[in-house]
């Protein structure tokens, strides 16, 4: 499976900008789902492809990452700005949770585990330029998060969050008229 992802985001990387129908022809074979009005900017990463959603309305700039060992969602009216990393695999901290014991390099198996949890990213939010997430985050509707912030938890909807790690700074979207 990532062998197929890998061939298709190669067919995806000779597209130019213009190419719009054959980049969307790509990307529906690639995604999971993928609403309209879509568009994924060059160069894009992904492990398998299969597990990434996209709403309607999602603007991915270039040079992003998404390790979609388990399910990336991204909802409606998404900005994702250039160099975002969304990360859904991860490794046990302890070292002995995290190496295989007794390995040798003649084995099958890997030589450490790994395991994967969602990334949900909502409705309306503005994800800034670098920004990571990692496993088992979701990001509330309408929230933007600030370029370079790493959010290591989940983030609220309707909020701004900055840093690293990526905390809440206030709340938007709010109604004046409920003040």
């Keep these: 499976m990532k062998q197929h992802a890998r061939q298709l985001l190669a067919e995806y990387a000779h ?4 190419q719009k129908s054959a980049k969307r022809a790509l990307i529906q074979k690639l995604f999971g789902r993928i609403g309209t009005n879509v568009s994924v900017g060059q160069p894009f990463i992904c492990d398998y492809g299969r597990n990434i959603s996209l709403g309607n309305n999602v603007s991915i700039n270039m040079n992003c990452t998404f390790v979609d060992c388990n399910r990336i969602t991204i909802g409606n009216n ?25 390995w040798t390099p003649e084995q ?19 994800l800034g330029g670098g920004v990571i997430v990692l496993p088992g985050v979701t990001i509330g509707a309408g929230t933007v998060i600030g370029a ?16 690293n790690p990526c905390r809440v700074i206030r709340h938007i979207n709010t109604d004046p008229a409920d003040a």
Excluded at 15 to 18: H, R
Excluded at 108 to 126: K, N
Aim: charged share 15%; hydrophobic share 40%.
């Design 108 to 126: 099958s198996q890997y030589f450490c585990h790994t395991y994967a949890l969602p990334i949900t990213i909502g409705d309306g939010c503005w």
């Design 15 to 18: 597209l130019t900008y213009e």
């Design 148 to 163: 370079g912030s790493v959010v290591t938890k989940s983030i609220p909807a309707d909020c701004v969050a900055v840093g």
């Design 78 to 102: 998404v900005l994702i700005a250039s160099n975002v990393q969304l990360y859904t695999a991860a490794h046990p901290v302890e070292r002995h949770d995290r190496l295989v014991q007794d």
